[in-house]
């Protein structure tokens, strides 16, 4: 954290209740990594917005941001508000003016590189929004102001459903009984309903086919990090998100606003992996270690799949940053050079591996490579990166797995009897490494790929 001095600006949000804020996590590491003097406080209003905001303006508050119960509230207290603001009826964020402050929404401008962040452009597409609340509204008015053709608003009170409807004729209210009439097609659909904060909680809809209709969902909802809309896109295939990267980028457009800057996205990267870890706890990562053919890929895909979590092969994390084979990284540059850059995708993938979806917590499955263990300065780096499971064949099973597979740089050449003298003399060098780097160790020569996958998740879990 920056030190504090008479030159440090004071940033803040006001609420009630304001303990379980994340915002000082994003703005005051904002600030460190922007290197920017200035320091963000919750700020406990208990009744009168206006006299709290008029008196932080008074004390030369630098900027401000509103949450519950205070977004509409606030507005009577400011010298200006921004257009859009004004249209979504709520503010959120303040910014010093002449003789005041200025009001801003940037929950939906949030919203909307949020969804750009997934390669997902509103602009001329159609939508579904789930909810008729305040939420629902806001996000209905970030369709229509960034070019959403039609949006169906569904929700339980129709009339509720209507009122919103009143804002663009783009937006097309749906009883909730009703929504399966809406046209077969291609949808963004948003969740802005309460449902899924609660652990009993189900779906307001519960019909595949409607899920079905949608190319991208979106949970307003951030914690817990699958909601069962969440749980229902994903079983549908379907790409999603959850409100944490809206958290995320609203605040980083309030801090744009207040400094008049625009914050790199590699900044907005470690914010992002800080924000994760605070709210959701760091859960392990899968690495599996092991010589090859212990089945480190097969098996790895597998779980990855079963337990929901991205998989990573670091050999081929090599070649897409090379743009090279593992072959021709060793004609060139010999086995040292390839294991120098096999070091350096290591570190890549420690320093990022909160961010491994944008679906918070899912974790990783990562297939290392065979000869990773034999750099010192990598077992540390294994560690850091999660549980590490190594995957261990007696030689005789490792010779009969691959014994004809020449993409592999270090078995390329030799008759028979020579490949295995160098797949045993290999074995008996890496082994020590292999179970001083390991967490645990899998015993893979007898056992198919279900029940290596079964007794690594066991033990996982």
């Known amino acids: 954290m920056n030190k504090i001095d008479g030159k440090t600006k004071i940033l803040g949000v006001i609420g009630n209740p304001i303990q379980h804020t994340l915002s000082p996590v994003i703005h005051n590491t904002l600030c460190e990594l922007m290197g920017i003097n200035a ?64 009001g801003f929404n940037t929950d939906m401008p949030g919203l909307y590189r949020a969804l750009c962040r997934q390669g997902v452009d509103p602009d001329g597409k159609e939508a579904i929004v789930i909810g008729a609340g305040g939420a629902s509204r806001a996000v209905c008015m970030m369709l229509v102001t960034y070019g959403t053709s039609k949006i169906y608003l569904i929700n339980r009170s129709f009339d509720k459903a209507e009122k919103i409807a009143e804002l663009s004729s783009k937006i097309i209210p749906v009883r909730l009984s009703d929504c399966n009439s809406i046209p077969e097609g291609s949808y963004l659909m948003f969740q802005c309903t309460s449902l899924g904060l609660k652990e009993e ?156 979806s944008m679906i918070s917590g899912a974790g990783q499955v990562i297939s290392t490579g065979g000869g990773i263990v034999l750099k010192k300065e990598n077992m540390p780096l294994l ?29 390329k050449s030799g008759d028979s009897e020579e490949l295995k003298n160098r797949i045993s003399n290999m074995i008996k060098e890496r082994k020590g490494y292999y179970e001083l780097t390991s967490d645990i160790i899998i015993e893979t020569g007898d056992k198919n790929v279900d029940e290596v996958v079964n007794e690594i998740i066991n033990r996982f879990t």
């Open 383 to 411: 560690k850091e990166l999660g549980k590490v499971f190594y995957l261990r064949a007696d030689e005789a099973v490792t010779f009969n797995r691959v014994k004809n597979d020449s993409s592999r740089p270090l078995l």
């Open 39 to 102: 320091v963000y406080v919750p700020i406990h209003v208990e009744n009168d917005i206006e006299v709290a905001v008029n008196g932080l303006y008074a004390s030369s508050v630098s900027g401000l941001n509103i949450t519950v119960p205070y977004k509409q509230d606030v507005m009577k207290a400011l010298k200006g508000i921004d257009p859009l603001a004004e249209k979504i009826g709520a503010v959120n964020t303040l910014v010093p003016d002449d003789g005041g402050y200025k």
């Open 201 to 356: 909680d189900g779906l307001l809809i519960d019909d595949d086919s409607f899920y079905e209709k949608a190319e991208f969902g979106y949970d307003l909802i951030y914690n817990p990090p699958e909601t069962p809309f969440i749980k229902k896109l994903k079983q549908n295939g379907v790409p999603c998100d959850n409100g944490l990267s809206m958290l995320l980028y609203q605040a980083v457009i309030a801090f744009e606003y207040w400094f008049d800057l625009t914050v790199p996205e590699n900044i907005v990267e470690k914010v992002w992996n800080k924000l994760k870890k605070e709210i959701y706890g760091t859960r392990p990562n899968i690495v599996l270690t092991g010589y090859m053919g212990s089945g480190k890929t097969t098996v790895g895909k597998k779980l990855a799949e079963r337990l929901g979590m991205t998989f990573i092969d670091t050999d081929e994390e090599i070649v897409k940053r090379e743009g090279r084979t593992i072959n021709e990284i060793f004609e060139a540059e010999g086995e040292p050079g390839f294991r120098k850059i096999e070091t350096e995708v290591l570190k890549s993938l420690s320093d990022e591996s909160a961010d491994m």
